[in-house]
């Protein structure tokens, strides 16, 4: 069933789970994302980011995902990840996303308040709940996110800003990274902890590619009832792709994408397996 994203996370942050978020930017990785959701009895967030709108038909895509989480037995809800522009913002809103984040951690803890409030206010009205970011992650190895500049989330400012925005679930940045990380993953979960002990709402990992599987349970442990994954699953599809071409001679797209979905299906497996705590 098409779902609400807070009522997802709602639940998980009572049942001490996570819910993944599987960035997505074609039917087959929609679909993919859908299936093994079902077959593992899991909810699951269809994330869009603001930087695939140049070629998505984001009004298009979202009435596929909508009639598609329709027939599904599990609660399938839409997501705009990353949006800065507000115009994107009430795009989504405009076309039935379950769920918007703005990304407001660019901008100091004062303007970001300030423009989260706008965008809470507007998205409220539409009934449609609001993520937002302070801190910033760093860019990894195989991400196409923007580059952040890598600042742990202050639990002080935190408590402020959901104070202040009324934001429906904040996104942390406890040293994750966008993409696989090039050393050691330094992960804060004392900060995390802290961070916890002062904001109520439900609290999201962004960067969930790569990041070791023990701190990822611990991190639901202490809060984060939502996981965000893009790269890990884009490198098996990408990397079977590049086998499938070496080793055929004659292919025919229609094959070329039922297989590039197969290759995505176990990685987004592991992932929910791994947040669901199965
Ligand atoms: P990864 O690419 O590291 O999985 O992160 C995805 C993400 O956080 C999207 O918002």
């Known amino acids: 069933m098409f779902a609400d994203t807070k009522d997802i996370l709602v639940n ?10 599987f ?9 993919a994302a859908i ?29 596929m995902v909508r009639a598609m989480a329709e027939k599904a037995s599990i609660p399938v809800s ?35 308040m300030r423009l989260t409030k706008e965008i809470v206010d507007i998205a409220h009205m539409a009934g449609v709940s609001v993520e937002a970011e302070i801190g910033s992650l760093a860019r990894g190895a195989f991400s196409d996110e923007e580059e952040g500049n890598g600042t742990l989330t202050d639990p002080t400012s935190a408590k402020e800003f959901v104070a202040e ?23 804060d979960l004392d900060l995390l902890e802290r961070i916890r002990q002062v904001v109520d709402v439900p609290l999201v990992l962004h960067g969930g590619s790569g990041t070791p599987d023990e701190i990822v349970r611990q991190a639901i442990q202490s809060g984060i009832c939502k996981i965000n994954v893009n790269t890990e699953v884009s490198m098996a599809a990408v990397s079977h792709l590049q086998t499938y071409f070496e080793t055929r001679e004659m292919v025919h797209l229609s094959t070329v994408m039922a297989d590039m979905q197969q290759s995505m299906e176990p990685v987004m497996t592991k992932f929910i397996k791994l947040f669901s705590g199965k």
Do not use: W
Not at 46 to 52: F, N, S, T
Not at 89 to 110: K, P, T, W
């Open 12 to 21: 998980a942050q009572r049942g001490k789970y996570g819910a993944a978020a």
């Open 165 to 187: 925005t009324g934001v429906d679930f904040l996104a942390a940045a406890i040293g994750t990274v966008h993409g696989m990380y090039k050393g050691e993953p330094k992960i």
């Open 23 to 31: 960035n997505v930017y074609s039917l087959e990785t929609v679909q």
């Open 78 to 112: 839409l997501h705009l990840d990353h949006a800065y522009e507000k115009e994107s913002i009430i795009r989504a809103i405009r076309c039935g996303f379950s769920s918007v984040m703005f990304d407001g951690s660019a901008y100091d803890l004062e303007q970001n």
């Open 35 to 63: 299936k093994v959701a079902e077959m593992e009895n899991q909810p699951v967030i269809i994330a869009l980011g603001e930087r695939y709108f140049p070629t998505v038909d984001v009004e298009g895509f979202s009435a």
